[in-house]
């Protein structure tokens, strides 16, 4: 089992930047994927892939979405995943769940994570 834990999220404006934070706790050894969803507002059963990151932080993966905006990364040794959020848009606005895998591949698909934490919210305004 393992416990996740978001922090970060906020009201921001557009163009605005935050940094989210997923302390993981338990055992961590067992979870070597991470990656963060969203759920949009009116659509709380649909997990939206944002970004994912392996153990030791080599490969990285991006929904188009936020390429070249957004950054996860990771230091597994204080078990500490982030997404550094940068030239937000109202369109980010969302509840932001932080993720763990038992595999070693990063996925897209919600379906291969089996740890999550209870979100936080963020929302950008126009």
């Known amino acids: 089992q393992v416990q996740l834990v978001e922090s970060g999220g906020g009201l921001v404006q557009a163009g605005d930047s935050l940094r989210l934070s997923c302390a993981a706790s338990?055992?961590?050894?067992?979870?070597?994927?991470m990656a963060w969803f969203r759920q949009v507002p009116g659509k709380e059963r649909e997990f939206v892939f944002v970004?994912?990151?392996?153990?030791?932080?080599?490969?990285?993966s991006y929904a188009d979405s936020v390429k070249g905006r957004f950054t996860i990364s990771r230091q597994s040794a204080n078990n500490t995943v982030w997404l550094q959020m940068n030239s937000l848009k109202p369109e980010d606005t969302a509840v932001y769940y932080c993720?763990?895998?038992?595999?070693?591949?990063?996925?897209?698909?919600?379906?291969?994570?089996?740890?999550w934490g209870r979100g936080t919210q963020v929302t950008v305004s126009s």
């Open positions: 993720a763990a895998s038992k595999g070693i591949v990063v996925h897209m698909d919600f379906h291969e994570y089996d740890d």
């Open positions: 338990g055992r961590t050894f067992s979870r070597p994927a």
């Open positions: 970004a994912a990151i392996s153990w030791s932080g080599a490969f990285t």
